[in-house]
């Protein structure tokens, strides 16, 4: 989805990791647009307000207009947010510049609307596939596509095809992946019978991880 948002950046001098460290500890988080030229530009931009956008935006495909320096305006898509693994602050962004008039492939989420009807008679609703990917022209970049699960029986299966689309998103993923599906409930049995297999299982990945470090050692 598309933003009004103009974020205003700098281009980005110092390099490494203790200057990035530098930055963030300043409130000002590290980031690389990568051109239509094929180029990567260092940019620094405010960290809080990009957290604050990245709040106010639901899915993943955020396009925005960006600043840098006295340079003219540019349409550009995020493309990737890195997370610090403990504070999971964010700690770097990429950003790919887009031509409003060139189509992009990306990955769309799948949203699923209703309650199953095969759910309300005691089946499970299975969401098998979680995005697709699809090709479109920037300025119609959605959020999310979604899926009407409201008609399921139970055994009844959705596949890529039932998605409703309009001709500005062409979806690329082969139309027959199933999507969502209505199952029968499992037994205490099946479950029982699940979980002693998946415990079995890792004692034997373990005892081969084990193996494999003593012939290691001898090596």
């Known amino acids: ?13 110092e390099k490494g990791s203790n200057a990035a460290r ?3 500890n300043a409130g000002v988080l590290p980031a690389i647009v990568n051109d239509i030229k ?15 956008l990245l709040r106010e935006h639901r899915g993943d495909n955020l396009m925005v207009d960006i600043k840098v320096d006295d340079n003219a305006v540019s349409k550009v898509l995020l493309s990737e947010v890195q997370h610090d693994t403990v504070t999971n602050k964010v700690v770097h962004a990429d950003f790919r510049e887009v031509s409003l008039t060139e189509k992009i492939h990306m990955s769309v989420e799948i ?8 759910v309300k ?25 979604e899926l009407d699960v409201s008609a399921l029986e139970i055994g009844d299966t959705l596949a890529v095809g039932d998605i409703k689309t309009d001709d500005t998103i062409i979806i690329l ?5 199933p ?33 494999e470090k003593a012939a290691d050692s001898e090596k």
């Open 121 to 145: 008679a005691g089946g499970v609703l299975e969401h098998l596939l979680r995005d697709v990917e699809v090709e479109c022209l920037p300025g119609n970049i959605v959020e999310s596509l």
């Open 38 to 52: 094929g180029n990567s530009v260092p940019i620094k931009i405010d960290a809080h307000e990009f957290e604050m």
């Open 111 to 118: 949203e699923l609307l209703g309650e199953p009807a095969g």
């Open 22 to 24: 530098r930055l963030r």
């Open 179 to 211: 999507v969502a599906a209505v199952a029968v409930p499992k037994t205490e049995e099946q479950e029982d019978a699940e979980n002693e297999a998946a415990v079995a299982g890792g004692a034997e990945e373990a005892a081969t991880e084990e193996t």
């Open 1 to 13: 989805m598309s933003s009004d948002k103009v974020i205003i950046a700098q281009l980005r001098e």
């Open 173 to 177: 993923t082969a139309l027959n992946i």
